[in-house]
Nanobody
Framework: QVQLVESGGGLVQPGGSLRLSCAAS?????MGWYRQAPGKQRELVAA???????NYADFVKGRFTISRDNAKNTVYLQMNSLKPEDTAVYYC??????????WGQGTQVTVSS
């Protein structure tokens, strides 16, 4: 059973930073972060391939950075200049060339003064 375990969420003031981590029990071609705010659909935040190619949602470009350590099957999301509208549950996602994607249990990020 493949598992993805997120950590690093919490409460931060506007303008602050957080770093999320997601450790997977297996390897994935693409790993990414999605988020879901109350009453909204889950949306892509950022993704990265095993080769290091990245993709970002427009609303985080210049503020968030995704990275990964393939040896540790771990993906990170460095979030800077956080805004109240970044408040959401952040989910780690892993995809292989075939089969369904895997999801973590989610970690809450709250940006509030």
């Amino acid at each position: 059973q493949v598992q993805l375990v997120e950590s690093g969420g919490g409460l931060v003031q506007p303008g602050g930073s957080l770093r999320l981590s997601c450790a997977a029990s297996g390897s994935f071609y693409v790993m990414g972060w999605y988020r879901q705010a109350p009453g909204k659909q889950r949306e892509l935040v950022a993704a990265i391939t095993s080769g290091g190619n990245t993709n970002y949602a427009d609303f985080v470009k210049g503020r968030f950075t995704i990275s990964r350590d393939n040896a540790k099957n771990t993906v990170y999301l460095q979030m800077n200049s956080l805004k109240p509208e970044d408040t959401a549950v952040y989910y780690c996602n892993g995809k292989r060339s075939v089969g369904m994607p895997y999801w973590g249990q989610g970690t809450q990020v709250t940006v509030s003064s």
